[in-house]
């Protein structure tokens, strides 16, 4: 059994939030954010990167901090904003931290889940971020525990810290390559053991990890747009299967696993990123935008104005305009002070969730033929109650059209659709969609348009929740989906 970690450890519990999510679409998953300055000290950066990262996940927030003696932590349940107080943040000294911000895809939304988490090691005491999802945990977890080791959480990250933690490796680059060859799916990871800064990634590089500087100093986040909120500058990509240790020594890139296929979430430049991060090279605004102008091309109709579902619709309900010669107009005005918890006045208000987060605005939309512009369909509740809406301010017509291809797969990578039923593209054809969220009209852009607009190759990208071509195994029903590891504590 391993020994618990060394060092202070303050988690607080607080209720995890709840109430309606405003839109049915794929939810993203985590941020994760390190660093190892020259002597600044590392939390205050840490808390500004993950603020960039807020997106990826609102459950959870948490820093941990090494000082050269010991390790500090604060996590506790939801946004960055309200976790971190002064007092918090300055019970973390020291210059090397790794921060997380979590949407629960595997465990559930508990303090024991939240991260980073810390595990004792023979190096000292490993404090460990993580993106994705594992498809092989159960099975990891199974035999780790057959080994006498005990676990704390629900989640697949804690199988990373003890499969590090237990491993007989000499040193600690062995240890997280010997993880590296057990673990399966989607992971990016950030972690501190000791005096270094670690950050390693999947062999498919699923999801997105990207190395800064910040002062000279080594940074890594899930996405770009912190490297901006912190002053620091873009340096590359952390490449898929490999492993950057930071240390005394300097910065050392390991390529622990070999590249079979590189598989960039397509979904992140679809949805998930910010529209000020570049992925892959490219800004993911415009990426968004050249998708509305293809779907203008692939997808036209007659209309009066372009109109977005805030905000993820927005760069491509531009580019629709842009190639359309119909103007782009805001329509639709999202609330961004209800948050996750509200109270329901009346539970049988089936459209109440939409009604709080969005109004609509009368002078643009009464009277006339609409394209509402989205960036994807899950379960089509969200499309039906805003084209409703729509349509009770007065709207003549409304035309769908979505920026990307119908969602037709589960996905096993750390997105929460891992159910093929949930998805209303799986269970009816377009017309039926279309009949179901009672619009006029409805259009999907294409596969090649998609690629197109991303300017990658297709075989560089993960298309599986489109085209069913999983880029590694995927996991037994069991095995998948976020209570895999709870249904094997129950
Ligand atoms: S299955 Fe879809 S959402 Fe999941 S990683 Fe692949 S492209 Fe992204």
Known sequence: MSAPAAGAQRAVTTPAPDGLPW??????????????????????????????????????????????????????????????????????????????????????????????????TPWGVLALAHNGNLINAPDLRRSLEAAGHCFRA??????ITKLIATSRAATVEEAVAHCMRRIRGAYTVVAMLGDRLLAFRDANGIRPLVQGAVAGAPVFSSESCAFDQT?????????????????????????VLPVVRRSACVFEHIYFARPDTQLDGRNVHQVRRRMGRILAREQPVPADAVIAVPDSGASA????????????????????????TFIQPDPSSRDFGVRVKLNPIRDVIAG????????????????????RMLRHTGAREVHVRISSPPILNACYYGIDTSSRGELVASRLSIEEIRASIEADTLGYLSMDG?????????????????????????PTEAAAGRHALEARQA
């Open 450 to 474: 998609l690629v197109q607009a991303i300017g990658m190759v297709p075989d560089d990208l993960c298309l599986a929740c489109l085209n069913g071509r999983y880029p590694t195994e995927t």
């Open 368 to 387: 006339r033929r609409i394209v509402l512009v989205d960036d994807s369909i899950v379960r089509g509740t969200t499309s039906r109650q805003i084209v």
């Open 23 to 120: 839109k049915d679409g794929m939810r993203e998953e985590c941020g994760v954010f390190g660093i190892r300055t020259q002597g600044a000290p590392a939390a205050p950066l840490v808390h500004l990167g993950l603020y960039a990262l807020q997106h990826r996940g609102q459950e959870s927030a948490g820093i941990a901090a090494f000082d050269g003696a010991r390790t500090h932590l604060v996590k506790d349940m939801g946004l960055v904003a309200n976790v971190f107080t002064p007092e918090r943040l300055a019970a973390l000294p020291g210059r090397i931290g790794v921060g997380h911000v979590r949407y629960s895809t595997m465990g559930t939304a508990s303090i024991e889940n939240a991260q980073p988490f810390l595990e004792q």
């Open 154 to 159: 629900t989640s697949d990250t804690e199988v």
């Open 317 to 340: 309900a531009m580019g629709y305009a842009d190639e359309s010669g119909i103007p782009c107009e805001v329509g639709l005005i999202k609330n961004r002070y209800v948050g996750r």
């Open 231 to 255: 002053g620091g500058a873009y340096v590359r990509e952390v490449g898929p299967g490999e492993l950057v240790v930071c240390d005394a020594d300097g910065v050392r890139q390991i390529q």
